[in-house]
């Protein structure tokens, strides 16, 4: 019978070889492989180098396949909007951490001042 674990699966652990990860994205591995040296993604590799991909790297590759196939974009545009979505991301964290700052420093303020 099989474990069940009690604590959810990690997004960023490496679980997949080469051929499974090309099967659930329905694409041939040769494919992956190309994506790996243009370096859209890096998946992880196993001590017999093997290619780990992870659920986070599976998510990457059906954007990358979607970007390609139903919007038609080629793989140097799919280069450029992932850089550029990888941007925004880190730019609304950095919003979100300024926004809480400016939150702390104006609760401090008013709960400073004399009423």
Request: with cysteine; charged share 30%.
């Amino acid at each position: 019978m099989f474990e069940r674990r009690n604590q959810p699966l990690d997004n960023d652990e490496p679980c997949y070889v080469i051929s499974v990860a090309a099967r659930m994205i329905r694409v041939h591995s040769q494919t992956l492989r190309y994506y790996e040296r243009e370096g859209l993604l890096e998946p992880a590799r196993s001590k017999g180098n093997i290619r780990l991909y992870s659920q986070r790297d599976i998510e990457r590759l059906r954007r990358i396949k979607t970007l390609m196939d139903d919007l038609g974009i080629n793989l140097a545009g799919v280069q450029v909007v992932l850089q550029m979505m990888e941007r925004m991301a880190r730019m609304e964290q950095e919003i979100l951490q300024l926004t809480e700052q400016l939150e702390r420093a104006q609760s401090k303020g008013t709960r400073g001042e004399p009423q």
